[in-house]
């Protein structure tokens, strides 16, 4: 049985989760690919970096870690539809290497520009250490 009370504290609680999650409906996570191990040009991100990347210390590892490996072992891989980086893809590139990624690793031609890739600076209270 159901209390009648129940239901809105129900509803807030739901309510109040999805406000915590820290996703918008721009924000998501990095397509990395995953049904091809070893892609041959990337594809565009859909979606900003989410909460879970941006966090500093608050971070998810294991998303952060996975961010460093897909950019390391394919930055300078092209995009597959043969077009330069949009502004969301720019947005993953910063964030790796204000996450500590070696900027060669984003050729400038992926990232649609005429000069290396060159950072922000790093985000505060990152996992390396506030620097």
Not at 23 to 51: F, I, M, R
Not at 64 to 81: H, S, W
Request: hydrophobic share 35%; net charge neutral; with cysteine.
């Amino acid at each position: 049985m159901i209390l009648p009370y129940a239901l809105p504290r129900a509803a807030a609680l739901l309510a109040a989760a999805a406000l915590l999650s820290g996703c918008t409906a721009t924000e998501g996570a990095l397509n990395a690919q995953p049904d091809t191990p070893s892609p041959t040009c990337l594809v565009h991100q859909s979606k900003d970096p989410a909460t879970r990347y941006t966090a500093g210390t608050s971070a998810d590892t294991l998303s952060i870690l996975e961010l460093m490996r897909y950019y390391t072992a394919n930055g300078t891989k092209p995009f597959c539809d043969g077009k330069p980086a949009t502004a969301t893809d720019h947005r993953w590139m910063d964030l790796y290497t204000r996450l500590g990624g070696d900027r060669t690793h984003i050729s400038h031609e992926v990232a649609g520009r005429e000069e290396p890739f060159s950072p922000s600076p790093p985000l505060s209270g990152s996992l390396r250490g506030g620097r």
